[in-house]
């Protein structure tokens, strides 16, 4: 519809409104309107304000208006004019109305030219006229194409928009408004949207066939109901779903577990959120978090079978993964990321390495003072324990050591996983610096710590003092010089020799410089010329602990003459005899002539035992080994003489025999849940020095130079030795894993929903464990000994959907009770249906346009259910306007509405979900199609109305609406402009004109 203003002449106005270019003509250019096909030829729109023509004048007689070159429109229009008052119309006729289609030509122009005939002459006055055609509703709809045609290779979601036809419409704005309507059997399936011409699925596609075709309408919204044209035009369309004839992809998960899924997709950006803060303290805290960007609230997670097969221990909740053993390694994860019940899913994969702070730990060598030992040591004897020290607990299983010696390899053994360094060979007198590195592996990292050991090889008293083979042992003269030497090499005291006379003490007339070996006369007034003298040379060395000699037998015969001669002259050539060192041989390899030697000498029984915590510090001595003896040749000082070396027959004993001191000490770490015992055999082997010594004495004693030692029977020279080895607390309660994963069903009190058992190696109260939990203690109850755990409490899942339940084992020992998180217990309640479904909003209205075609999807009620298993369904009471999709809530017109203008639907709906049910009212008005605004036209632009000016206030001047024949309800609003003076008049909605005032106050 259209505002309509009227003029009304009832007095006689004078005012021009000139332009630039005409005296006459209120306008050089006068925009008129006029519609397409229309009936009448005399129906235009004049302009509102400014009158079309020219003023009359005291000097103007009469005006006439004519169309000049009007050749183009081929005598389309006339033209005639109208005197009214003071002013001369123009006014414009249609010669042939249904010439005029706005699609072919909207605008026209006129060219018009004014006769005035004045007082003082003819004169002419031209003037332009743009005639506009408005737009008439004459046009149909017409789609773009003819037949359409989707093909779907992806996924399709409910609601989702498949394709948007367009049909066009050759008529402008109002008349243009196009509606569509879909017209085939599959309205439950798909949506067509009457305005937009987007069309929707709305069913589940998984029952999507492959191939759908139909037809849909378009057709002029006002053009249908106000020219009742049924005329619709139609597209064909062709829809073909490939995705759903695709076969399911399957592969499998480490779990063994055969996954099935659509489509592979690369649509996210996968992101792994290594946590940083995680180390074996807080092992219950998740290593890697896994999330999407764009970021998805829920997803799948599966591990798959190229994964590395160390994967299988690790543990997965929700989109964390957990290590469920105490120790870390490299993994290589390959991952199935599924989305929307596994219609797509992503490959992902991630090395999953734990980084090591060394820091952390300060790995370092414990500090070892410089070992002293003699340079007879036996080979594989003990010398030190290398011990590694750090300040983190780390699980054993976890680190691994490896120990380099770097250098010396022939002199020494390290074992290169106890630590152990042993001697490998003899070794010279010397000062040895061994560099030794420690690798530390953890996690398939590594590191490495280096240190040096000095070790210092004391010579041993090994070689007897030997006279040379040059010496005399037949004197005829004095004085003489007896040389020794020393094959040792300290010649302070083990290569240090000294001279004594073996044999001639009280009145001897002879002696001999300890110092240089010169014997001479001491008392020749005691010396008997005639005398021969048998004395004996000895030659000591100051060996510690004990002093080996040489001795050797002379002949001193000064019976033809005494002389003093020069120690230089010249030596004589008598052979020299020399008392060698006896060799100890085997029993099958001494002589017949050998003397046997009885020791006795040993340990005063055979076997012994002990006990030893298993804490017991490194270099603990257990016992001193006391060696009983009975008429041994030589003097023994038990406290500081040791005639033997002690071998141990197991080297991977963690024990040694400390030679110097006699003892038993603990060389390395011990640990009872190993091994609870050790048993070796300790045996006595008499050092070489006190060997020889024995010769030396038993040589004097016996006059004989081949000795054998054999030991009697009353002592023992091996004594076999057990340890047992006594717990302590040393062990923190453990599980075999770290995380479980249990369902509970929600709303229910439930008795034994877990046994958690944890293992402690100790012994006693340190192995004995008691259960406790961290939290959650208003819901969960554990029994302390059996570990059984029970809900006591009901929980919501709508609430706590997931807990974490941290279980603590202690275990009971006397002097120190260790515990520790024994497990985490992952908890997912199970939903139960004890939600009532819930609408969105109290209730629905909606306003519909009558015009919507049947079928149309005009609305959605929504409910929500609090239980997981949000299984709803939708229902109406029955009507006969409207149904619902039960499964989504969509609502769709069953009719046409267009015959209830004004009324209004009232429909109760309900939700269910199986068990509970909810109401909610829907409202439903519907409202008239907005008519197109078509333009006011009328036959002439003024009108002459003549009152009499003694008409009383109120008298009806005229009825607009009858005079200019037109219809009220085409007209919105009427109003009287004027806006020069006030004037004494007033029209109502109904088009009536009154008199409102008296005409003097005009």
């Given at each position: 519809m259209s505002s309509l203003s009227i003029l009304l002449f009832y007095i006689i106005l004078t005012s021009r409104i000139i332009d630039n270019t005409n005296i006459y003509f209120t306008q050089s250019i006068y925009d008129i309107w006029c519609q397409e096909n229309i009936l009448s030829n005399s129906l235009v729109l004049y302009p509102n304000r400014i009158r079309a023509g020219i003023y009359h004048t005291s000097n103007i007689k009469s005006v006439v208006y004519n169309l000049i070159d009007d050749d183009d429109n081929n005598s389309l229009f006339s033209i005639k004019t109208k005197r009214l008052v003071d002013f001369y119309f123009f006014i414009l006729n249609i010669t042939r109305p249904f010439d005029i289609n706005r699609e072919y030509q909207n605008l026209y122009v006129l060219h018009l030219q004014a006769t005035i005939i004045t007082i003082d002459g003819n004169s002419t006055e031209q003037a332009k006229i743009h005639l506009h055609v408005a737009d008439s509703n004459d046009n149909d709809a017409v789609f773009d194409m003819d037949a359409y045609e989707q093909n779907f290779t992806e996924p399709i979601e409910i609601q989702q928009s498949l394709i948007r036809f367009h049909a066009s419409d050759a008529d402008e704005i109002q008349h243009a408004q196009i509606l569509y309507e879909l017209s085939s059997s599959f309205n439950d399936t798909f949506s067509l949207h009457p305005y937009t011409g987007e069309l929707y699925l709305v069913s589940n596609n998984d029952n999507l066939q492959s191939i759908y075709e139909f037809y849909i309408h378009a057709y002029d919204r006002h053009r249908k109901y106000f020219v009742n044209n049924n005329i619709k035009t139609k597209a064909h369309v062709k829809l073909i779903f490939q995705e759903n004839n695709k076969t399911l992809q399957r592969i499998q998960t480490i779990f063994n577990q055969i996954i099935e899924f659509k489509d592979a997709i690369s649509t996210y950006k996968i992101l792994f959120k290594k946590n940083t803060n995680w180390n074996y303290h807080n092992i219950h805290q998740p290593i890697l978090i896994i999330q999407t960007l764009p970021q998805i609230e829920f997803f799948e997670i599966f591990l798959l079978l190229n994964s590395s097969s160390n994967s299988i221990e690790l543990f997965f909740r929700q989109n964390k993964i957990y290590l469920n053993k105490f120790y870390s390694q490299e993994y290589n994860l390959q991952f199935l990321i599924c989305f929307f019940n596994r219609t797509q899913c992503q490959y992902a994969n991630y090395d999953l390495t734990y980084s090591i702070d060394w820091n952390l730990f300060q790995f370092d060598v414990k500090t070892i003072q410089p070992i002293v030992i003699e340079e007879n040591l036996p080979q594989n004897s003990f010398l030190t324990y290398i011990q590694l020290q750090y300040n983190h607990i780390i699980p054993e299983e976890q680190l691994i050591v490896n120990y380099q010696l770097l250098n010396n390899h022939i002199q020494f053994n390290l074992d290169p996983k106890t630590s152990i360094l042993r001697l490998g060979k003899y070794l010279k007198c010397q000062i040895y610096i061994l560099d030794i590195q420690v690798d530390i592996y953890l996690s398939n990292e590594s590191y490495s710590v280096k240190t040096t050991i000095e070790i210092n090889v004391n010579e041993i008293n090994k070689h007897r003092p030997q006279f040379h083979n040059q010496t005399l042992i037949e004197l005829n003269e004095l004085p003489y010089k007896f040389q020794a030497f020393d094959l040792d090499e300290n010649k302070q005291t083990n290569g240090r020799i000294t001279y004594c006379l073996g044999n001639c003490f009280t009145d001897c007339p002879f002696e001999i410089n300890p110092n240089n070996g010169v014997l001479q006369l001491r008392k020749q007034e005691k010396f008997n010329k005639a005398q021969v003298y048998n004395l004996q040379i000895?030659?000591?060395?100051?060996?510690?602990?004990?002093?080996?000699?040489?001795?050797?037998?002379?002949?001193?015969?000064?019976?033809?003459?005494?002389?003093?001669?020069?120690?230089?002259?010249?030596?004589?050539?008598?052979?020299?005899?020399?008392?060698?060192?006896?060799?100890?041989?085997?029993?099958?390899?001494?002589?017949?002539?050998?003397?046997?030697?009885?020791?006795?000498?040993?340990?005063?029984?055979?076997?012994?035992f002990y006990h030893l915590a298993e804490d017991a510090e490194i270099n603990t001595i257990i016992d001193r080994l006391l060696i009983e003896h009975d008429s041994f040749p030589l003097f023994i000082n038990n406290e500081k003489d040791n005639l033997f070396f002690y071998t141990i027959n197991d080297t991977s004993a963690p024990f040694t025999i400390d030679q110097n001191e006699k003892t038993i000490k603990l060389t390395m770490p011990i640990d009872r849940e190993k091994q609870d015992r050790y048993t070796f055999e300790i045996e006595l082997k008499l050092k070489p020095t006190y060997a020889m010594k024995l010769q030396d004495i038993n040589s004097s004693l016996k006059g004989n130079s081949l000795f054998r030692f054999q030991y009697s029977?009353?002592?023992?020279?091996?004594?076999?030795?057990?340890?047992?080895?006594?717990?302590?607390?040393?062990?923190?309660?453990?599980?075999?894993?770290?995380?479980?994963?249990?369902?509970?069903?929600?709303?229910?009190?439930?008795?034994?929903?877990?046994?958690?058992?944890?293992?402690?190696?100790?012994?006693?109260?340190?192995?004995?464990?008691v259960y406790s939990l961290l939290d959650n203690n208003q819901y969960f109850t554990i029994n302390s000994h059996t570990g059984q755990i029970d809900l006591i409490q009901q929980i919501d899942r709508e609430e706590k959907p997931f807990l974490q339940l941290y279980i603590i084992a202690s275990d009971q020992g006397q002097q120190l009770q260790l515990q520790s998180i024994c497990m985490t217990l992952h908890i997912t309640i199970a939903d139960m249906n004890d939600n009532i479904p819930r609408f969105l909003l109290a209730n629905y209205t909606y306003q519909l346009f009558s015009d919507l075609p049947r079928d149309t999807i005009f609305g959605q009620i929504h409910a929500i259910d609090f239980d997981s298993t949000n299984n709803l369904i939708y229902s109406i009471d029955p009507n006969p306007y409207v149904?619902?999709?039960?499964?989504?809530?969509?609502?769709?017109?069953?009719?046409?509405?267009?015959?209830?203008?004004?009324?209004?639907?009232?429909?109760?709906?309900?939700?269910?979900?199986?068990?509970?049910?909810?109401?909610?009212?829907?409202?439903?008005?519907?409202?008239?199609?907005?008519?197109?605004?078509?333009?006011?036209l009328l036959r002439e632009p003024a009108y002459e109305i003549v009152i009499n000016r003694s008409l009383p206030i109120g008298t009806i001047i005229t009825n607009v609406y009858h005079d200019l024949r037109l219809l009220e309800s085409s007209v919105d609003f009427i109003d009287i402009i004027h806006d020069d003076h006030t004037i004494p008049f007033g029209i109502d909605q109904q088009g009536i004109a009154r008199l409102s005032d008296r005409f003097y106050s005009v």
């Amino acid at each position: 519809m259209s505002s309509l203003s009227i003029l009304l002449f009832y007095i006689i106005l004078t005012s021009r409104i000139i332009d630039n270019t005409n005296i006459y003509f209120t306008q050089s250019i006068y925009d008129i309107w006029c519609q397409e096909n229309i009936l009448s030829n005399s129906l235009v729109l004049y302009p509102n304000r400014i009158r079309a023509g020219i003023y009359h004048t005291s000097n103007i007689k009469s005006v006439v208006y004519n169309l000049i070159d009007d050749d183009d429109n081929n005598s389309l229009f006339s033209i005639k004019t109208k005197r009214l008052v003071d002013f001369y119309f123009f006014i414009l006729n249609i010669t042939r109305p249904f010439d005029i289609n706005r699609e072919y030509q909207n605008l026209y122009v006129l060219h018009l030219q004014a006769t005035i005939i004045t007082i003082d002459g003819n004169s002419t006055e031209q003037a332009k006229i743009h005639l506009h055609v408005a737009d008439s509703n004459d046009n149909d709809a017409v789609f773009d194409m003819d037949a359409y045609e989707q093909n779907f290779t992806e996924p399709i979601e409910i609601q989702q928009s498949l394709i948007r036809f367009h049909a066009s419409d050759a008529d402008e704005i109002q008349h243009a408004q196009i509606l569509y309507e879909l017209s085939s059997s599959f309205n439950d399936t798909f949506s067509l949207h009457p305005y937009t011409g987007e069309l929707y699925l709305v069913s589940n596609n998984d029952n999507l066939q492959s191939i759908y075709e139909f037809y849909i309408h378009a057709y002029d919204r006002h053009r249908k109901y106000f020219v009742n044209n049924n005329i619709k035009t139609k597209a064909h369309v062709k829809l073909i779903f490939q995705e759903n004839n695709k076969t399911l992809q399957r592969i499998q998960t480490i779990f063994n577990q055969i996954i099935e899924f659509k489509d592979a997709i690369s649509t996210y950006k996968i992101l792994f959120k290594k946590n940083t803060n995680w180390n074996y303290h807080n092992i219950h805290q998740p290593i890697l978090i896994i999330q999407t960007l764009p970021q998805i609230e829920f997803f799948e997670i599966f591990l798959l079978l190229n994964s590395s097969s160390n994967s299988i221990e690790l543990f997965f909740r929700q989109n964390k993964i957990y290590l469920n053993k105490f120790y870390s390694q490299e993994y290589n994860l390959q991952f199935l990321i599924c989305f929307f019940n596994r219609t797509q899913c992503q490959y992902a994969n991630y090395d999953l390495t734990y980084s090591i702070d060394w820091n952390l730990f300060q790995f370092d060598v414990k500090t070892i003072q410089p070992i002293v030992i003699e340079e007879n040591l036996p080979q594989n004897s003990f010398l030190t324990y290398i011990q590694l020290q750090y300040n983190h607990i780390i699980p054993e299983e976890q680190l691994i050591v490896n120990y380099q010696l770097l250098n010396n390899h022939i002199q020494f053994n390290l074992d290169p996983k106890t630590s152990i360094l042993r001697l490998g060979k003899y070794l010279k007198c010397q000062i040895y610096i061994l560099d030794i590195q420690v690798d530390i592996y953890l996690s398939n990292e590594s590191y490495s710590v280096k240190t040096t050991i000095e070790i210092n090889v004391n010579e041993i008293n090994k070689h007897r003092p030997q006279f040379h083979n040059q010496t005399l042992i037949e004197l005829n003269e004095l004085p003489y010089k007896f040389q020794a030497f020393d094959l040792d090499e300290n010649k302070q005291t083990n290569g240090r020799i000294t001279y004594c006379l073996g044999n001639c003490f009280t009145d001897c007339p002879f002696e001999i410089n300890p110092n240089n070996g010169v014997l001479q006369l001491r008392k020749q007034e005691k010396f008997n010329k005639a005398q021969v003298y048998n004395l004996q040379i000895i030659a000591f060395d100051w060996g510690e602990p004990i002093s080996l000699e040489t001795k050797i037998d002379i002949h001193i015969d000064l019976s033809s003459r005494l002389v003093r001669r020069d120690l230089t002259g010249k030596l004589s050539d008598t052979s020299l005899w020399t008392n060698q060192s006896i060799s100890i041989l085997p029993e099958q390899s001494y002589p017949a002539n050998t003397k046997i030697i009885y020791l006795n000498i040993g340990f005063n029984r055979n076997s012994t035992f002990y006990h030893l915590a298993e804490d017991a510090e490194i270099n603990t001595i257990i016992d001193r080994l006391l060696i009983e003896h009975d008429s041994f040749p030589l003097f023994i000082n038990n406290e500081k003489d040791n005639l033997f070396f002690y071998t141990i027959n197991d080297t991977s004993a963690p024990f040694t025999i400390d030679q110097n001191e006699k003892t038993i000490k603990l060389t390395m770490p011990i640990d009872r849940e190993k091994q609870d015992r050790y048993t070796f055999e300790i045996e006595l082997k008499l050092k070489p020095t006190y060997a020889m010594k024995l010769q030396d004495i038993n040589s004097s004693l016996k006059g004989n130079s081949l000795f054998r030692f054999q030991y009697s029977n009353k002592y023992y020279q091996k004594i076999l030795v057990t340890i047992y080895i006594n717990d302590v607390n040393d062990n923190i309660p453990r599980c075999d894993e770290f995380h479980k994963h249990i369902y509970l069903n929600e709303n229910q009190i439930q008795t034994n929903i877990f046994h958690v058992q944890a293992i402690d190696p100790d012994q006693g109260d340190s192995g004995t464990i008691v259960y406790s939990l961290l939290d959650n203690n208003q819901y969960f109850t554990i029994n302390s000994h059996t570990g059984q755990i029970d809900l006591i409490q009901q929980i919501d899942r709508e609430e706590k959907p997931f807990l974490q339940l941290y279980i603590i084992a202690s275990d009971q020992g006397q002097q120190l009770q260790l515990q520790s998180i024994c497990m985490t217990l992952h908890i997912t309640i199970a939903d139960m249906n004890d939600n009532i479904p819930r609408f969105l909003l109290a209730n629905y209205t909606y306003q519909l346009f009558s015009d919507l075609p049947r079928d149309t999807i005009f609305g959605q009620i929504h409910a929500i259910d609090f239980d997981s298993t949000n299984n709803l369904i939708y229902s109406i009471d029955p009507n006969p306007y409207v149904k619902i999709d039960q499964y989504t809530g969509h609502l769709r017109l069953k009719h046409n509405i267009y015959h209830m203008i004004d009324q209004t639907i009232n429909i109760t709906a309900q939700v269910s979900d199986g068990l509970h049910v909810n109401y909610t009212e829907i409202y439903i008005y519907i409202i008239r199609v907005t008519e197109a605004q078509e333009p006011i036209l009328l036959r002439e632009p003024a009108y002459e109305i003549v009152i009499n000016r003694s008409l009383p206030i109120g008298t009806i001047i005229t009825n607009v609406y009858h005079d200019l024949r037109l219809l009220e309800s085409s007209v919105d609003f009427i109003d009287i402009i004027h806006d020069d003076h006030t004037i004494p008049f007033g029209i109502d909605q109904q088009g009536i004109a009154r008199l409102s005032d008296r005409f003097y106050s005009v």
